[in-house]
């Protein structure tokens, strides 16, 4: 591992500062996957800027009924808080369904959003690529491609974003507060990621500097019954081949409200508009589900290995979608538990 | 032409006791506790997070020593397997993996311990994993089900295959609290 240097940020502007006048500098969080990827030789920094000790470690509430997430906030203490538990259930199934134990204890929420992706071309700095090194060419087009990219992908590169935890904040229109050299703005999770197109190096929209100081999450009635389910090699400690994050509201038998994003299926979590217009006022049946969501998968671009992503996905997100139309309000209710 | 080495100042305590530690800013927690400590208990497997072999307690929390860079855990309280016990003895862990015949090599079996002892805290303070019911309510102990246990120590991989005997072991300790052999009695 190449040397760096190693300070523990003591305020948000000073971190945002060092960063912008240190291109080589990085902020360290849990350290799962920056550390992991030093070792590897694909992350090689001069300095890191440890912002684990920010007052960023907090879940707050907002007016409305919404939630401040700190971004140094761990992911397993997120996953066991009480207010997600109850209002957003997909933000703590989808921490839950990935990583370790160990892993979750360690990784910050933050950390956890710009994880990079886990394309075994990108991880091997003995190979060639355009997200690692522009210019020198993807041979996961053509190699071992079986986890990557159907969606959205360029000639340059197939790589998905990895995280399940985008995935649910994307279908819950959460937002990042980002501080940056210039001051603070609000990144909505559904565009902080990017598609590779000719610039694949760039994971999101932040620039060299920006610092996540806290997800914002917005009063979502709706998100009290929404889920995250995914599809995995095996039943624990793996990364999503496929997931869905969804909420749904029927009326009578008729969709009235619905929120779907797909994961591992791109370099971002895919907010599946398409589907969601089509399901808004049609009746909620396996078939009309099944509909809308190819209809979001028409565009879909399989590679030679990952083309069972497309009916594996379209699977997956009926059975979701029938399972949250068999929570009909009132009859799907049950008593809540002696404490 | 070869970068300078950066150094950094780190104190911590280490199953108790306290060490004020100059180290490469590139020293992991497992390194340090092996190659400056003297403590060879937690394991290098994958070096990757993956194995789970490294397994160490920071401030009582189960985390992948090998993915923790030591200067960033100033200030910590750093349990391995050597300081499970506390007192020289066996931890109720340990003598229900002697029970349960809980492992053959033994390379992976100190971080075994560690997570145990981390997922039975864990369970005990009622933090769901993904197998745990979506209706069970936030805060209360979570029963340590061979399906939760399953689940919690995935992060620990067995070359062995020792794990039946592992989620006996565990099992063992989070519905009695000791080992079998360790009970008044001893009928089992």
Same mark, same amino acid.
């Given at each position: 591992?190449?040397?760096?240097?190693?300070?523990?940020?003591?305020?948000?502007?000073?971190?945002?500062?060092?960063?912008?006048?240190?291109?080589?500098?990085?902020?360290?969080?849990?350290?799962?996957n920056?550390?992991?990827?030093? &070792?590897?030789?694909?992350?090689?920094?001069?300095?890191?800027?440890?912002?684990?000790?920010?007052?960023?470690?907090?879940?707050?509430?907002?007016?409305?009924?919404?939630?401040?997430?700190?971004?140094a906030?761990?992911?397993?203490?997120?996953?066991a808080?009480?207010?997600?538990?109850?209002?957003?259930?997909?933000?703590?199934?989808?921490?839950?369904? $990935?990583?370790?134990?160990?892993?979750?204890?360690a990784?910050?929420?933050?950390?956890?959003?710009?994880?990079?992706?886990?394309?075994?071309?990108?991880?091997?700095? $003995?190979?060639?690529?355009?997200?690692?090194?522009?210019?020198?060419?993807?041979?996961?087009?053509?190699?071992?491609?079986?986890?990557?990219?159907?969606?959205?992908?360029s000639?340059?590169?197939?790589?998905?974003?990895?995280?399940?935890?985008?995935?649910?904040?994307?279908a819950?229109?959460?937002?990042?507060?980002v501080?940056?050299?210039?001051?603070?703005?609000?990144?909505?999770?559904?565009?902080?990621?990017?598609?590779? $197109?000719?610039?694949?190096?760039?994971?999101?929209?932040?620039?060299?500097?920006?610092?996540?100081?806290h997800?914002?999450?917005?009063?979502?009635?709706?998100?009290?019954?929404?889920?995250?389910?995914?599809?995995?090699?095996?039943?624990?400690?793996?990364?999503?081949?496929?997931?869905v994050?969804?909420?749904?509201?029927?009326?009578?038998?008729?969709?009235?409200?619905?929120?779907?994003?797909?994961?591992?299926?791109?370099?971002?979590?895919?907010?599946?508009?398409?589907?969601?217009?089509?399901?808004?006022?049609?009746?909620?049946?396996?078939?009309?589900?099944?509909?809308?969501?190819?209809?979001?998968?028409?565009p879909?671009?399989?590679?030679?290995?990952?083309?069972? &992503?497309?009916?594996?996905?379209?699977?997956?997100?009926?059975?979701?979608?029938?399972?949250?139309?068999?929570?009909?309000?009132?009859?799907?209710?049950?008593?809540?538990?002696?404490? | 032409?070869?970068?300078?080495?950066?150094?950094?100042?780190?104190?911590?305590?280490?199953?108790?006791?306290?060490?004020?530690?100059?180290?490469?800013?590139?020293?992991?927690?497992?390194?340090?506790?092996?190659?400056?400590?003297?403590?060879?208990?937690?394991?290098?497997?994958?070096?990757?997070?993956?194995?789970?072999?490294?397994?160490?307690?920071?401030?009582?929390v189960?985390?992948n020593?090998?993915?923790?860079?030591?200067?960033?855990?100033?200030?910590?309280?750093?349990?391995t397997?050597?300081?499970?016990?506390?007192?020289?003895?066996?931890?109720?862990?340990q003598?229900?993996?002697?029970?349960?015949?809980?492992?053959?090599?033994?390379?992976?079996?100190?971080?075994?311990?560690?997570?145990?002892?981390?997922?039975?805290?864990?369970?005990?303070?009622?933090?769901?994993?993904?197998?745990?019911?979506?209706?069970?309510?936030?805060?209360?102990?979570?029963?340590?089900?061979?399906?939760?246990?399953?689940?919690?120590?995935?992060?620990?991989?067995?070359?062995?295959?020792?794990?039946?005997?592992?989620?006996?072991?565990?099992?063992?300790?989070?519905?009695?609290?000791?080992?079998?052999?360790?009970?008044?009695?001893?009928?089992?």
């Amino acid at each position: 591992m190449r040397p760096f240097r190693y300070q523990r940020a003591t305020g948000a502007e000073a971190a945002v500062a060092t960063l912008a006048s240190s291109p080589g500098a990085r902020y360290l969080g849990g350290g799962t996957n920056l550390v992991d990827l030093m &070792k590897l030789g694909v992350e090689r920094p001069e300095l890191l800027v440890d912002v684990t000790a920010l007052p960023h470690t907090a879940v707050e509430d907002l007016p409305g009924g919404g939630l401040l997430i700190g971004a140094a906030v761990r992911g397993a203490e997120l996953a066991a808080h009480p207010a997600v538990l109850d209002r957003c259930p997909a933000i703590a199934q989808a921490l839950l369904a $990935g990583a370790s134990g160990q892993l979750r204890n360690a990784a910050t929420v933050g950390g956890n959003l710009l994880q990079r992706t886990r394309c075994p071309y990108f991880q091997d700095p $003995g190979k060639p690529c355009n997200k690692r090194e522009p210019g020198t060419g993807c041979p996961a087009r053509e190699g071992a491609h079986r986890h990557l990219a159907v969606l959205g992908a360029s000639p340059h590169c197939v790589a998905t974003h990895p995280g399940d935890l985008a995935v649910a904040l994307t279908a819950l229109d959460a937002a990042v507060r980002v501080r940056g050299p210039e001051g603070t703005r609000t990144v909505p999770l559904t565009a902080l990621h990017r598609l590779p $197109g000719d610039r694949p190096e760039r994971d999101t929209v932040l620039d060299h500097g920006d610092l996540i100081t806290h997800v914002e999450l917005g009063p979502v009635p709706e998100a009290a019954g929404s889920v995250f389910r995914s599809a995995r090699d095996r039943a624990a400690f793996s990364f999503a081949l496929v997931s869905v994050a969804a909420a749904l509201e029927v009326d009578r038998g008729f969709v009235r409200r619905v929120r779907l994003a797909f994961g591992g299926v791109a370099a971002r979590p895919w907010r599946a508009r398409a589907a969601e217009d089509r399901l808004l006022g049609s009746p909620a049946t396996a078939e009309a589900f099944a509909r809308a969501v190819d209809t979001e998968l028409a565009p879909a671009e399989p590679l030679r290995d990952n083309a069972f &992503k497309v009916p594996l996905l379209r699977a997956l997100t009926v059975r979701t979608l029938l399972e949250l139309a068999g929570r009909s309000p009132g009859a799907g209710e049950r008593p809540p538990e002696e404490p | 032409m070869t970068a300078p080495v950066h150094t950094a100042t780190a104190a911590l305590r280490v199953n108790g006791a306290p060490h004020e530690l100059r180290l490469d800013t590139r020293a992991t927690v497992l390194d340090t506790v092996r190659e400056q400590l003297g403590l060879t208990g937690a394991k290098k497997g994958c070096d990757h997070g993956q194995c789970g072999a490294c397994t160490v307690l920071v401030d009582g929390v189960r985390m992948n020593s090998c993915l923790l860079l030591a200067v960033a855990c100033d200030g910590a309280e750093i349990t391995t397997v050597e300081g499970l016990a506390g007192d020289g003895g066996l931890h109720p862990l340990q003598s229900a993996f002697l029970e349960r015949d809980a492992f053959q090599c033994g390379y992976c079996t100190p971080g075994q311990l560690c997570s145990a002892a981390g997922a039975l805290r864990e369970l005990a303070a009622g933090r769901p994993s993904a197998v745990t019911g979506e209706g069970h309510p936030p805060g209360l102990p979570v029963v340590a089900s061979d399906e939760e246990i399953r689940e919690r120590m995935s992060g620990n991989l067995c070359r062995c295959g020792a794990y039946p005997g592992i989620v006996r072991a565990v099992a063992d300790v989070a519905h009695t609290g000791t080992a079998p052999g360790d009970r008044e009695g001893g009928a089992w």
